[in-house]
């Protein structure tokens, strides 16, 4: 095949006459892979918003759903493809949001070796369309590249401490790799890149069991339900609010920096300070109950973002406190436990 050949680094092909002509000068046609999902979906209502965008959805509905984009089914100027980006798929775009993969470790570990297919396959499909189209790609990368980091915070220049046969390397090392083919697609190819290294974000529309900590807490408070603490509570996470996600995302793919750039809020919180802030927000007569954790969880994570400040004048603006309430609002509605 082709592929194979050892060649000297071309050009990329330039978009075709008709997309670039000053009558559509700024016409956009947008791909989101995992648009159906909890952060593509948000992304999807953000573009939608802009009247030059047509926007194509493929998702193959493992975690995501049609529901999370019911309001633009039918919408002259989106599209919803069942697809898998781990087969070809040939359609003519712009720029292409690559989120397809799972993020919940509940799901990522349930199928690991689909999820290393979804990362690696999919991600090089992505890359030979945005190949042949010359369209720009953005990979949502994770701050799981960081592994159980020695560094803290994190900043890009730091390589990470990843187990590479651990339960959780199918989605770690799936993303590293997924990295590194964007960039050699980049030096060899010339293709245009954008990798955004995202911590973790919470928001409306996550699954209600999915197994991620605000949504496991949120649901436990609402059902009356024990908040389940993994031991031993004192690992810590940096939680982003889902507007603030997308915001950083779509500068990242206006801007010049082909990353990788760090997405996310520096606010750090041990899972027992969440739980607590939760018990207090939500429900304060529920209790909090140590369970037993899972192998490999990082003990520690928090974003450097002195990057994405510079390069993208980013930085998140809604504090945890704030954004707890809007998911709470949002799965009252969807659990029908009314606030008294
Ligand atoms: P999600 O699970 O809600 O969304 C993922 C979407 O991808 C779903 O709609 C799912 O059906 C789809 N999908 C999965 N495998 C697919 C496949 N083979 N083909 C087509 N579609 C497929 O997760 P999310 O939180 O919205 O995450 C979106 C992206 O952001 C993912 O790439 C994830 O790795 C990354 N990310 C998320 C977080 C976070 O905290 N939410 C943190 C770091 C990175
Ligand atoms: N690909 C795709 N859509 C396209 C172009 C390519 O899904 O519009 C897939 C293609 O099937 C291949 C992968 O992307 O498996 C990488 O494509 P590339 O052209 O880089 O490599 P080659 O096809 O030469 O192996
Ligand atoms: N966690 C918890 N209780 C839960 C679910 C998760 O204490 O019900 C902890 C988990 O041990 C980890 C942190 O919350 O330390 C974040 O887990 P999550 O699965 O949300 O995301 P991760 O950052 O591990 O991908």
């Known amino acids: ?46 573009l939608m918003e802009n009247e030059k965008n047509e926007v194509i959805v493929a998702d193959n509905y493992f975690t995501g759903s049609k529901d999370n984009l019911k309001k633009w089914i039918g919408h002259p100027r989106f599209e919803l493809i069942r697809h898998d980006v781990t087969e070809p798929l040939l359609i003519e775009v712009d720029q292409i949001y690559h989120l397809a993969c799972p993020a919940s470790p509940i799901f990522y570990k349930y ?4 999820t290393i297919k979804t990362n690696v396959i999919g991600t090089l499909n992505m890359l030979g369309l945005a190949k042949r189209v010359g369209a720009r790609i953005l990979l949502t990368s994770t701050s799981e590249v960081y592994g159980d980091p020695l560094i ?34 980049h030096r060899q190819h010339g293709i245009e890149i954008r990798i955004a290294r995202i911590f973790n974000t919470y928001g409306p529309r996550m699954n ?10 949120i649901a ?37 920096d082909t990353g ?30 140590m369970v037993e954790n899972t192998p490999d969880d990082p003990r520690q994570r928090k974003p450097d973002i ?11 603006k809604v504090k945890l406190r704030e954004g707890l309430p809007l998911m709470e609002e949002d799965f009252r509605l969807r659990l029908g436990v009314l606030k008294n």
């Open 260 to 289: 990788p750039i760090n997405i996310g809020n520096p606010g750090e919180f041990t899972m027992v300070e969440l739980a607590e802030t939760v018990k207090e927000l939500i429900n304060p007569s529920i209790e909090i109950k």
């Open 111 to 114: 199928n690991p070796v689909k």
């Open 306 to 316: 002195t990057k994405a400040k510079e390069v993208l004048g980013w930085e998140p």
């Open 152 to 185: 803290h915070p994190q900043p890009e220049s730091y390589w990470g401490n990843v187990n590479p046969i651990g339960v959780r390397s199918c989605y770690d090392e799936g993303k590293r790799v997924a990295e590194t083919l964007m960039f050699d697609y």
């Open 1 to 46: 095949a082709s592929s194979d050949k050892q060649t000297s680094p071309k050009p990329p092909p330039s978009p075709s006459p008709l997309r670039n002509s000053k009558f559509c000068q700024s016409n956009m046609r947008i791909l989101i892979s995992g648009g159906a999902g909890f952060i593509g979906s948000h992304l999807v209502d953000k």
């Open 220 to 256: 436990q408070a609402l059902r009356g339900e024990a908040l389940t603490v993994q031991k031993p509570g004192t690992q810590t996470r940096s939680f982003c609010y889902v507007s603030d996600m997308v915001d950083g995302l779509m500068r990242l793919m206006e801007g010049d």
């Open 208 to 217: 209600i069991d999915d197994g991620r900590v605000v949504s496991n807490f």
